[in-house]
């Protein structure tokens, strides 16, 4: 027959696992609830930007050209438009 203090020894040791086992799942949970919040607030993070200057300049190509000339009462211009 085991001893009183080897049941309370496993007793103690469950009750530390246990309460380790929460405090992680705890943790995790605050962690994830952190990168939430960040991640509503930095929403421009997960846009998909183009990484070279080549696909940059594809993606310049496939956007719609800016309107000038008569059409918005500017006069035509010969140099490119400078954009930000």
């Known amino acids: 027959m085991r001893n009183m203090n080897d049941h309370d020894r496993d007793r103690d040791r469950a009750r530390l696992r246990e309460s380790l086992i929460g405090n992680g799942l705890l943790f995790l949970f605050g962690c994830g609830v952190l990168g939430f919040l960040v991640a509503v607030d930095r929403v421009d ?40």
């Open 45 to 84: 993070w997960f846009s998909i930007r183009p990484a070279t200057g080549s696909s940059v300049a594809m993606a310049r190509a496939s956007e719609r050209a800016p309107r000038v000339g008569p059409a918005v009462g500017q006069p035509v211009s010969a140099e490119p438009l400078k954009t930000p």
